[in-house]
């Protein structure tokens, strides 16, 4: 299990937060969770050699090598394409590793891989594909006559932008071959099933990764929309194919009832709120009173920022409020920082001089945004640290620069690469000085 960490974890509250977000990535841990739902498909009846495996995103070695694992000699070739950690094969499966947020080369040379490997399927196979975040970008494959260097740029200008995810996918699906169902009409008429690590608040199939196996609803127009909320130019490449879709020249995705996806069927085997529910479980562990609540959206420093309000205004009951999601952050400035960190960083200003009371945001992947850290956690006297150090929060936030401010103060929380991906968890917590690391009831 990954170890959450951060100076400011130490301490009776720290540990428990520490414990809370670990237990939350134990309870996602995509080799286990791919086991489990391995055991309630009938794929260990198939014949020797006769599964093809495709393995993508940031989970995919360890889902791979799980599927490898549990179906042994059924599989006769197949692919893992992933960020990290990547070993030169899985079993019999060649490993490539691409590039996350923005596609690169070598995501470009994944995605021609994938597609030899698809190529090569016989009618009578059974394709099993393993899908969890990150596959969106580590595996690209442009549109004739797109380029790489096209799709990098609007994939970039779109998250400069702060674009929902449902916008940048509606976008991807419609500019790659592979993604919007792409990958599943390649290897029809033959089976796919799809093993499902779910990054996406509310698991939609066609969002996950760009949908690869999944129907796709959305349209050239809604390319349109999206584009249109760039603040930076758009390759004219990428202009005049949305042009040609609108115009009726270039085919829409394939839709719910397409022929082609007829013998597709999916499996959730882990989410967003698998990691919530364990989050609540070690939280009541901890003998404080839970809170969940709807899911995180919007901008991140608004979300840190209301947060950070509800916990100052608390009273003394020991409590934690859960929550799980995805925030986006509207770039203005040079910093650097995540989403998470910006989140925590925002948080701090509501909790200034405050006592007992805690912000933390974790990207699950371990990785938030362009950074090597998790996140971030947060407490009442953060601010009056920062200022000790000559820093300004506001200014920070103005530059999206949270990340040297939160390593500065001692908030900065690390995990390492976690092999999973379900989103982010965010946590508030209400632990008052006369709470003992016996972690009392109450203290009344």
Same mark, same amino acid.
């Given at each position: 299990?990954?170890?959450?960490?951060?100076?400011?974890?130490?301490?009776?509250?720290?540990?428990?937060?520490?414990?809370?977000?670990?237990?939350?990535?134990?309870?996602?841990?995509?080799?286990?969770?791919?086991?489990?739902?391995?055991?309630?498909?009938? @794929?260990?009846?198939?014949?020797?050699?006769?599964?093809?495996?495709?393995?993508?995103?940031?989970?995919?070695?360890?889902?791979?090598?799980?599927?490898?694992?549990?179906?042994?000699?059924?599989?006769?070739?197949?692919?893992?394409?992933?960020?990290?950690?990547?070993?030169?094969?899985?079993?019999?499966?060649?490993?490539?590793?691409?590039? /996350?947020?923005?596609?690169?080369?070598?995501?470009? &040379?994944?995605?021609?891989?994938?597609?030899?490997?698809?190529?090569?399927?016989?009618?009578?196979?059974?394709?099993?594909?393993?899908?969890?975040?990150?596959?969106?970008?580590?595996?690209?494959?442009?549109?004739?006559?797109?380029? /790489?260097?096209?799709?990098?740029?609007?994939?970039?200008?779109?998250?400069?932008?702060?674009?929902?995810?449902?916008?940048?996918?509606?976008?991807?699906? +419609?500019?790659?071959?592979?993604?919007?169902?792409?990958?599943?009409?390649?290897?029809?008429?033959?089976?796919?099933?799809?093993?499902?690590?779910?990054?996406?608040?509310?698991?939609?199939?066609?969002?996950?990764?760009?949908?690869?196996?999944?129907?796709?609803?959305?349209?050239?127009?809604?390319?349109?929309?999206?584009?249109?909320?760039?603040?930076? =130019?758009?390759? =004219?490449?990428?202009?005049?194919?949305?042009?040609?879709?609108?115009?009726?020249? &270039?085919?829409?995705?394939?839709?719910?009832?397409?022929?082609?996806?007829? &013998?597709?069927? /999916? /499996?959730?085997?882990?989410?967003?709120?698998?990691?919530?529910?364990?989050?609540?479980?070690?939280?009541?562990?901890?003998?404080?009173?839970?809170?969940?609540?709807?899911?995180?959206?919007?901008?991140?420093?608004?979300?840190? &920022?209301?947060?950070?309000?509800?916990?100052?205004?608390?009273?003394?009951?020991?409590?934690?409020?859960?929550?799980?999601?995805?925030?986006?952050?509207?770039?203005?400035?040079?910093?650097?920082?995540?989403?998470?960190?910006?989140?925590?960083?925002?948080?701090?200003?509501?909790?200034?001089?405050?006592?007992?009371? +805690?912000?933390?945001? @974790?990207?699950?992947?371990?990785?938030?945004? =362009?950074?090597?850290?998790?996140?971030?956690?947060?407490?009442?006297?953060?601010?009056?640290?920062?200022?000790? @150090?000559?820093?300004?929060?506001?200014? +920070?936030?103005?530059?999206?620069?949270?990340? =040297?401010?939160?390593?500065?103060?001692?908030?900065?929380?690390?995990?390492?690469?976690?092999?999973?991906?379900?989103?982010?968890?965010?946590?508030?917590?209400?632990?008052?000085?006369?709470?003992?690391?016996?972690?009392?009831?109450?203290?009344?």
């Amino acid at each position: 299990m990954n170890r959450v960490s951060a100076p400011l974890l130490a301490g009776a509250a720290g540990a428990a937060i520490a414990r809370i977000l670990g237990r939350a990535l134990a309870a996602v841990e995509p080799a286990s969770a791919v086991e489990a739902a391995l055991a309630r498909t009938d @794929l260990l009846q198939c014949r020797p050699s006769s599964i093809v495996l495709v393995a993508i995103g940031k989970a995919a070695v360890a889902m791979a090598q799980a599927l490898v694992d549990g179906l042994g000699d059924r599989v006769r070739t197949g692919i893992v394409v992933a960020k990290a950690n990547v070993p030169a094969a899985v079993g019999r499966l060649t490993a490539l590793r691409g590039e /996350h947020p923005v596609p690169g080369p070598g995501s470009v &040379r994944a995605g021609a891989a994938v597609l030899d490997t698809v190529s090569a399927v016989h009618p009578d196979d059974t394709v099993v594909v393993a899908i969890s975040g990150g596959a969106s970008a580590l595996v690209s494959t442009p549109e004739p006559p797109l380029s /790489h260097a096209d799709l990098a740029t609007t994939t970039a200008a779109l998250l400069r932008s702060g674009v929902d995810i449902d916008s940048l996918n509606a976008v991807r699906k +419609h500019l790659e071959v592979l993604k919007g169902g792409g990958l599943a009409t390649r290897v029809a008429p033959a089976r796919t099933v799809s093993f499902v690590l779910s990054d996406v608040v509310g698991d939609a199939l066609t969002t996950i990764a760009s949908g690869p196996t999944a129907a796709d609803a959305t349209t050239w127009d809604d390319v349109a929309t999206a584009l249109a909320a760039c603040r930076d =130019p758009i390759p =004219p490449a990428v202009a005049a194919l949305v042009a040609e879709g609108r115009a009726g020249r &270039r085919p829409e995705t394939p839709g719910p009832g397409d022929p082609r996806l007829a &013998r597709v069927e /999916h /499996h959730i085997v882990a989410s967003n709120a698998t990691a919530i529910d364990a989050a609540v479980q070690q939280a009541r562990a901890e003998r404080l009173t839970v809170q969940t609540g709807p899911s995180l959206v919007g901008e991140a420093r608004e979300v840190g &920022r209301d947060l950070g309000q509800r916990i100052a205004a608390a009273d003394d009951t020991p409590r934690a409020i859960v929550l799980g999601g995805e925030t986006t952050v509207t770039v203005v400035g040079d910093g650097r920082g995540g989403r998470n960190q910006e989140l925590a960083l925002a948080a701090s200003l509501a909790l200034a001089g405050t006592s007992g009371r +805690h912000v933390a945001a @974790l990207a699950t992947d371990g990785e938030d945004g =362009p950074t090597d850290a998790a996140g971030g956690v947060v407490d009442g006297g953060l601010v009056a640290r920062a200022e000790d @150090l000559g820093l300004d929060v506001r200014e +920070h936030l103005r530059r999206n620069d949270a990340m =040297p401010l939160l390593e500065a103060t001692g908030g900065l929380l690390r995990t390492g690469p976690t092999g999973t991906n379900v989103c982010d968890l965010v946590l508030g917590i209400v632990w008052p000085s006369c709470l003992p690391p016996t972690r009392a009831p109450s203290c009344s």
